[in-house]
């Protein structure tokens, strides 16, 4: 599914311009602390933050940034179908490891400046995985290599596994289908994140219809709220 990201290959589009808009908010919103550790996170499955968090790393990459995605979602992660390689290898399989002396493969994909982590084979304890101290060491060893990590986590509502991520992180950002979320349950999200002492940047209203007839009308469409 790589050409959706191709939407982003007008810098003046729609969506290009949506997608800088975020990135730019993330970076005023880290003058004082940095942003080199950003989750993202979404209320309920299908919102679209998968594609957001691919197409904010091309945004990111476009400033001559090295940024490594790494798909948190060991559950029911996407990130190996946006950009079209494998799954068999990833996350999941680093964390059941040995990490002493090794150095952490990531997959380089067809966009420049963006790595891969996948999440890898299905585990039986995502959650456990997750919180354990491999998860930190990971990061730790990750952080040496690139300017900027984006962590695409499942949905909040249901699952513990955002939560846990969120202590790794610098901020959290929400995704969010347009007049399809629940107000309730974005809301019972944010409080979710708020009780583990989440860093919210803000909320991203996903699959905003466009005014204009065009191509751009079949895939999403963003803005950032601070």
Do not use: W
């Amino acid at each position: 599914m790589i050409e959706e990201l191709e939407l982003l290959s007008n810098p003046k589009s729609r969506v290009a311009e949506a997608v800088k808009t975020i990135r730019t908010n993330l970076e005023f919103s880290s003058a004082d602390h940095g942003n080199k550790k950003i989750m993202l996170t979404s209320t309920v499955p299908a919102e679209g933050k998968s594609f957001i968090t691919a197409c904010l790393a091309q945004s990111y990459a476009a400033l001559g940034k090295k940024v490594l995605i790494i798909d948190c979602d060991l559950r029911r992660g996407r990130q190996y179908e946006i950009f079209g390689i494998s799954n068999s290898k990833g996350l999941s399989n680093v964390l059941i490891s040995d990490l002493e002396g090794v150095k952490i493969e990531t997959i380089k994909t067809k966009i420049k400046g963006v790595y891969l982590l996948p999440g890898g084979t299905v585990p039986p304890n995502p959650s456990e995985l997750l919180e354990s101290q491999k998860m930190q060491l990971v990061i730790e060893m990750l952080e040496e290599d690139y300017d900027i990590l984006l962590f695409d986590c499942p949905p909040v509502i249901g699952l513990s596994d955002s939560l846990i991520v969120t202590k790794y992180v610098d901020t959290t950002v929400i995704v969010a289908a347009y007049k399809t979320t629940p107000r309730e349950m974005l809301k019972k999200t944010v409080k979710s994140l708020e009780a583990v002492n989440a860093r919210i940047a803000g909320v991203i209203f996903n699959k905003v219809p466009s005014n204009n007839n065009g191509y751009y009308n079949k895939y999403y469409d963003s803005y950032y709220e601070g």
